[in-house]
């Protein structure tokens, strides 16, 4: 059985164009989870990019990656992943058994995660597993211009939180069937929790990418 990582990467980006080759210390955005993947040679036997995009491929390829052409029908801005995922499974050859995925906009990970993480998705046999991390956030919704808390009560200190997570993008591991359901995890997926100092960046905009240049300067200094 094997194990790949997919990392998707289409071109086209409204908010920060071109974001998924911007420089982050020296290198191109991408390239930090194509050689994440490629450090973890006992877990991950190939690693593949699925993109539109003719600059993306050829920077994949000069980084090792294999390059899956994804049609232009999955490449809008309001395809979900999951059917970039899809078709790039259906490319591959069926002894394909997990999919490791790697969203290049998440390109700071904690070089042990993917094997804490799967160590525990084979020893839980779970159908998938994703990341998540503690919020010590006061939540809560507006309505009818009235602030609605939902995870505390007015006056409630910070650490008698009820604790409460969110998705946090780094890491996602599922079965090959899972994928070709058009699903990545569903609500039997494993919640592997990291740890919540260590710093999330999620790309989208020009804000976050100057926080990742931020925080992958401080890490490089010491």
Do not use: W
């Not at 490791?100 to 046999?125: D, K």
Request: proline share 8%; hydrophobic share 35%; glycine share 4%.
């Amino acid at each position: 059985m094997k194990t790949i990582a997919i990392i998707p990467a289409r071109g086209g980006s409204k908010r920060l164009p071109g974001k998924n080759l911007l420089p982050l210390g020296g290198l191109p955005l991408i390239a930090h989870s194509i050689l994440y993947a490629q450090a973890n040679p006992d877990i991950i036997d190939a690693v593949f990019v699925t993109t539109n995009d003719p600059e993306i491929r050829k920077v994949a390829r000069e980084y090792g990656a294999e390059v899956i052409d994804r049609p232009a029908e999955l490449s809008g801005d309001l395809e979900p992943t999951s059917s970039a995922l899809r078709h790039a499974v259906l490319q591959l050859d069926s002894d394909v058994e997990n999919i490791v995925l790697l969203q290049p906009t998440n390109p700071l990970r904690p070089a042990n995660l993917l094997a804490e993480a799967f160590e525990q998705y084979q020893n839980r046999n779970a159908p998938s597993l994703f990341t998540v991390t503690r919020s010590e956030r006061k939540l809560g919704k507006i309505e009818n211009n009235r602030f609605c808390p939902t995870n505390y009560t007015f006056g409630q200190r910070s650490q008698d939180l009820e604790p409460q997570f969110y998705e946090n993008g780094l890491l996602y591991i599922s079965r090959r069937s899972l994928i070709l359901n058009n699903e990545i995890i569903r609500a039997d997926a494993f919640p592997f929790e990291i740890d919540p100092d260590f710093p999330i960046v999620d790309i989208d905009s020009m804000t976050d990418y100057k926080y990742a240049q931020y925080l992958y300067n401080l890490k490089k200094q010491g």
